[in-house]
């Protein structure tokens, strides 16, 4: 009984080990699981359905349009200067932060600098006080609601 016991939690601690561990696409991880490790050996019996979605990459993420917040910088309509300031704000914003998406668009005769895609107001707050520090000249910042993309 202690055996069986053991090779229990022997097993439990491969499968533990890994899912955290990264392994390469061509890889499911029944095969990871059937590599001898530390004196013991996982055989696994499967459906070739189930070792199909094994393999599938997960890695993919799909993009949907949803309502949510974004950050504006800039909003402007003076048609001399607009589209250049937004263009500039927007450098200026995408060099202090690579990660942080950033959209000009021009709905007249409005030139608009938004960054960002947050599905909750408290997350364009965290991020807005963030960029108040980061860019305190800028005093015309705020949330405004807007179509976001979403990642799942």
Known sequence: MKKRTY?????????????????AK????????????????????????????????TTALEEQMVSGYRIQVYSDNMQRRAKEMAQERAQMIQASDSTLATYVTFNSPFWRVRVGNYSSYEEAAIKLRELKKQFPAISDMRIVKDIIVEKY
């Not at 090779?7 to 392994?23: Q, R």
């Not at 059937?34 to 990459?57: T, W």
């Open 7 to 23: 090779s229990l939690i022997v097993a439990l601690v491969l499968v533990a080990v890994s899912a955290t561990t990264l392994m």
């Open 26 to 57: 061509d890889d499911s991880i029944v095969r990871e699981l059937e590599q001898p490790s530390n004196g013991g050996v996982v055989k696994v019996f499967q459906s070739p359905e189930l070792a199909s979605l094994l393999l599938r990459d």
